[in-house]
């Protein structure tokens, strides 16, 4: 029998894409099922960048580029960042990764090593502990308050801190919570992270996705308020553009640790894909109308999937500022009982909504919320309508 490495028992397999695929698998069998795990747009990607693409491989830009990513999909990250961001960033401090995922992973394997620690915000997204896990440091998980707005638990916070601690991992808007943290909040952690010396690692790839007032990336907050906190910040094409499976994203911070990540990924993957690369110049610096109009949709199923959410006996939700998600808390029904089985925690009610309802969700447990359940809501208003009909008949047969 095969001995593997030891770091492969150390790193948890991501559950999200477990349940997307248990979603693919009964789709596959004919049945009827509601997808509520996706964290993926319902759209195509933009007819724009789509001919873009087309253009592309027509003219032969289907070779490798440079490590880093092509000077023109660079600039235009420049060029987005200055128009949207309010950010001066030049090219040599861009990096270009197969997908914002892969820039996250590049950025822990740089800066952490064994015997660091890295502070993770509960509920967190689920590869964030696991890529501190591969880079061989240690996640430290902080509390947020599920009554105001996910926010940090600055006194838990404060209690955690170590000298051993090198790093810190944001996230706003939020996946799986939607929540979009005050500017005030991020300030605050910005300044114990300057006065700790800590990176932070800014996971921005909702940030065109917030649905009252106005996003300010980390960075933008921290040269405002004089801060100087070192930031590494993580976007992506995925989510704003319908581009989840083009794999495109990118990073920008620090020139000396975007050189090192870009060194890592050179002898890892090369580049990232150029024709997803040539789409994605037109994507930045092309016609927006799409995006918008996107967002206004995500919008008004956001304010749907809350309300029917808030109609179940039991169930509260909060509306999310940003994102697609909603995170309502179901812990009225846990320890309740299906057909003789215990619901014991949020995997089991998920599996059993799944199993009589065929509705796909995902267990809060399994982003550090014991009780909550997220529901991704890119999805046709009628599709919404009759997932939360199904959940509702399930819940009716606890006891």
Partial sequence: MTEFAERVQRVKPSFTLEMTSRAAELRAQG???INFSAGQPDFNTPENIREAAKTAMDNGETKYTAGSGTIELRQAVCTKLKRENQLEVSPERVLIS????????????????????VLIFKPYWVSFPEFVTLSDATPIL?????????????????????????????????????????????????????ENSWTVISDECYERLVFEGEFTSAQKLSDDHHIGANIIT?????????MTGWRIGYAFGEKSIIK???????????????????????????DQSTVEMMIGKFRERRDLMV????????????????????????????????????????????????NEAKVVTVPGDGFGAPGHIRFSYPLA???????????KKVLEQLN
């Fill in 31 to 33: 049945v009827d099922v």
């Fill in 98 to 117: 197969n997908g914002e995922k892969q820039s996250l992973y590049l950025a822990c394997q740089t800066l952490f090593q064994s015997g660091d620690e």
């Fill in 142 to 194: 902080i509390d947020t308050d599920s009554k105001n707005n996910f926010e940090p638990d600055f006194e838990n916070l404060k209690s955690k801190i170590t000298d051993k601690v090198k790093g810190i991992i944001i996230n706003s808007p939020s996946n799986p919570t939607g929540s979009v943290w005050s500017d005030e909040i991020i300030i605050n952690l910005l300044g114990l992270a300057k």
């Fill in 234 to 242: 993580c976007m992506s094409m995925s989510k704003t553009y319908a």
């Fill in 260 to 286: 090192a990540m870009g060194k890592i990924q050179g002898q890892a993957t090369s580049c990232a894909n150029a024709i997803g690369q040539a789409a994605s110049v037109e994507a930045l610096i092309g």
């Fill in 307 to 354: 309300s029917l959410l808030n109609e179940l006996p039991g169930i509260t939700c909060d509306t999310p500022g940003g994102a697609f998600y909603a995170f309502p808390d179901f812990s009225a029904y846990i320890g309740k009982s299906f057909r003789g089985e215990k619901i014991d925690d949020s995997f089991v009610l998920s599996d059993v909504i799944l």
């Fill in 381 to 391: 208003k009628n599709v919404i309508r009759e997932g939360i009909l199904r959940v």
